[in-house]
T-cell receptor
Framework: DADVTQTPRNRITKTGKRIMLECSQT?????MYWYRQDPGLGLRLIYY???????NKGEISDGYSVSRQAQAKFSLSLESAIPNQTALYFC???????????????FGEGSRLTVL | KQEVTQIPAALSVPEGENLVLNCSFT??????LQWFRQDPGKGLTSLLL?????REQTSGRLNASLDKSSGRSTLYIAASQPGDSATYLC???????????FGKGTKLSVIP
């Protein structure tokens, strides 16, 4: 089984619908992240969380919200999906290596979202 | 704002060739650098991590180095194989930053 599991792997939805992408991990890491990947733009950070009580906005948080339900679970929500949120979404985790760095990141397999 | 450039954007080589992929950061104060591999439609697999006190890391046929004075990193792949065909991404974070900034990747094709 994968250490970082994302569900669903593929989702097609319509404009205005609420969508939740879920991520669970068995690595025991404290830190979790949500990224989106778009062709030509690379990966961009949406939100990150250092523990259950700590949520931080990333580079492109507008239109998204997150919930850290437990150390192992981090979900991403699109309250009212729009077509330009069509992308490949990745969850990632990292351990706490101390100091001012991110530690090594481990990624899930991705969730492909299409908003019509 | 940190920006990451990866050169070349695409590379095609015959099997067995040694090759170098390049990554450069606009802000050379890189604290942490990581190289990833991404297969089509798949997630990112961590290849090598260079932490703040390090300049180089090796794993099998892969070697990554980081020149902190110039903000440049190279990924060296020895004796390339068709199974190495993938997109390779570098990502770095600066001191005091918990966010990795990613390059757009180099798409590598190794021809049998």
């Amino acid at each position: 089984d994968a250490d970082v599991t994302q569900t669903p792997r593929n989702r097609i939805t319509k404009t205005g619908k609420r969508i939740m992408l879920e991520c669970s991990q068995t690595k025991g890491h404290d830190r979790m992240y949500w990224y989106r990947q778009d062709p030509g733009l690379g990966l961009r950070l949406i939100y990150y969380s250092f523990d259950v009580k700590d949520i931080n906005k990333g580079e492109i948080s507008d239109g998204y919200s997150v919930s850290r339900q437990a150390q192992a679970k981090f979900s991403l929500s699109l309250e009212s999906a729009i077509p330009n949120q069509t992308a490949l979404y990745f969850c990632a985790t990292s351990d706490f290596s101390g100091g001012q760095n991110t530690g090594e990141l481990f990624f899930g397999e991705g969730s492909r979202l299409t908003v019509l | 704002k940190q920006e990451v450039t990866q050169i070349p954007a695409a590379l095609s080589v015959p099997e067995g060739e040694n090759l170098v992929l390049n990554c450069s950061f606009t802000d050379s104060a890189i604290y942490n650098l990581q190289w990833f591999r991404q297969d089509p439609g798949k997630g990112l697999t961590s290849l090598l991590l260079i932490q703040s006190s390090q300049r180089e890391q090796t794993s099998g046929r892969l070697n990554a180095s980081l020149d902190k004075s110039s903000g440049r990193s190279t990924l060296y792949i020895a004796a390339s194989q068709p199974g190495d065909s993938a997109t390779y991404l570098c990502a770095g974070s600066g001191a005091g930053s918990y966010q990795l900034t990613f390059g757009k990747g180099t798409k590598l094709s190794v021809i049998p």
